[in-house]
T-cell receptor, first 114, second 115 residues
Framework: DAGVIQSPRHEVTEMGQEVTLRCKPI?????LFWYRQTMMRGLELLIY????????DSGMPEDRFSAKMPNASFSTLKIQPSEPRDSAVYFC????????????FGQGTRLTVV | AQTVTQSQPEMSVQEAETVTLSCTYD???????LFWYKQPPSRQMILVIR??????QNATENRFSVNFQKAAKSFSLKISDSQLGDTAMYFC????????????FGGGTRLMVKP
């Protein structure tokens, strides 16, 4: 398996534009997580899905952020409209089962909003 | 709510020596898991070691071992025979055994291994 695949690796966009980050989890994994990493706040959980259903989105900073998981092999994180303070590295991670098994991370998307 | 605290923002160690990274956590749960993840400059998050709270024996993975003190809610990582490739950010993480099992991370410790 190729691991968790995120695209794009890097994204530069202008303030006010819509940004969509994409994630393909490892086949067979049924939990998916979106994290945001910044120098100031470290790694923050934004939202996680279990069997394609959002379980906890309390970490989503504001209504400008939305996430979907239309099927077991694809998820998106959308920011509309984007702001400079959204600049960060966004990670997607997936894992299998309800046990505390290892979460596998993608390589992240570095988002810069200018 | 669970919190994870790493009190050492930065540390350095000479190659071949031993270093210990600290982590404390706070939870009211009795059944949980603890993890150490490594993030090298490539940005990839890599699992280093994990510990089940119900196990008294400390986990060991080659040069990496933990000192798990459940009563003190402490989970430190010891790296023996440090290598240049160990240079990275290290994150302590906590997960409760419930549906979803989300990971809560500490703020990280930046480790520099010097030749």
């Amino acid at each position: 398996d190729a691991g968790v695949i995120q695209s794009p690796r890097h994204e530069v966009t202008e303030m006010g534009q819509e940004v969509t980050l994409r994630c393909k989890p490892i086949s067979g994994h049924n939990s998916l997580f979106w994290y945001r990493q910044t120098m100031m706040r470290g790694l923050e959980l934004l939202i996680y899905f279990n069997n394609n259903v959002p379980i906890d989105d309390s970490g989503m900073p504001e209504d400008r952020f939305s996430a979907k998981m239309p099927n077991a092999s694809f998820s998106t994180l959308k920011i509309q409209p984007s702001e400079p303070r959204d600049s960060a590295v966004y990670f997607c991670a997936s894992k299998f089962g309800h046990q505390n098994t290892e979460a596998f991370f993608g390589q992240g998307t570095r988002l810069t909003v200018v | 709510a669970q919190t994870v605290t790493q009190s050492q923002p930065e540390m350095s160690v000479q190659e071949a020596e031993t270093v210990t990274l600290s982590c404390t956590y706070d939870t009211s749960e009795s059944n949980y898991y603890l993890f150490w993840y490594k993030q090298p400059p490539s940005r990839q998050m890599i699992l280093v070691i994990r510990q089940e709270a119900y196990k008294q024996q400390n986990a060991t993975e080659n040069r990496f071992s933990v000192n798990f003190q459940k009563a003190a809610k402490s989970f430190s990582l010891k790296i023996s025979d440090s290598q240049l490739g160990d240079t990275a950010m290290y994150f302590c993480a906590f997960s409760v055994n419930n549906a979803g099992n989300m990971l809560t991370f500490g703020g990280g410790t930046r480790l520099m291994v010097k030749p």
